[in-house]
């Protein structure tokens, strides 16, 4: 049987294009985004201190619900968190975030929306806590894109 070398490059090109497809596309595939806040913050679980931390999502091929939270170069996993989806009426070029302001401690994050998208993530809270945040002042923030790497890169200025 005699193959054409011709098919085989094509074949091979072909591949090739559709592996890197896919690999440009993993941030945007798993959310992943830098944000910085000014202020500690509060999460399930745990309060992160002022700083930039990614958020990403843990397994976007299976389950788009669980959240990891690293420190700003992936290294460090902070939190790996449980997600339901939270809607909004219209979707931003940028990163939103809902924050609830806890008296007498730091804001906690609520929900997260990726750029662009309508449908993002809200964490959850053991029953009291979520109690406590329906009682709490609750704030929609776009926040800006400072810069723009592999990643996503938001402040969130409390």
């Known amino acids: 049987m005699n193959i054409n070398k011709g098919y085989i490059v094509a074949g091979l090109l072909i591949a090739f294009m559709l592996f890197v497809g896919i690999a440009a596309y993993a941030d945007a595939w798993d959310h992943t985004t830098e944000l910085t806040f000014n202020e500690p913050i509060q999460i399930p679980g745990r309060v992160l201190p002022a700083g930039s931390y990614l958020f990403r999502i843990a397994n976007p091929g299976t389950s788009r619900n669980i959240v990891q939270v690293f420190n700003a170069d992936g290294t460090v996993l902070y939190a790996t968190l449980q997600t339901v989806s939270a809607e909004r009426p219209e979707s931003t070029g940028e990163t939103a975030v809902t924050l609830a302001e806890v008296s007498g401690g730091p804001e906690a994050l609520l929900k997260w929306f990726y750029p662009g998208s ?7 809270y053991p029953r009291q806590k979520e109690k406590e945040l329906a ?9 800006r894109e400072q810069t723009s790497t592999n990643s996503e890169t938001s402040a969130v200025g409390n």
């Open 135 to 143: 009682q709490d002042k609750v704030e929609d923030v776009i926040v």
């Open 118 to 124: 309508l449908t993002g993530n809200e964490f959850l």
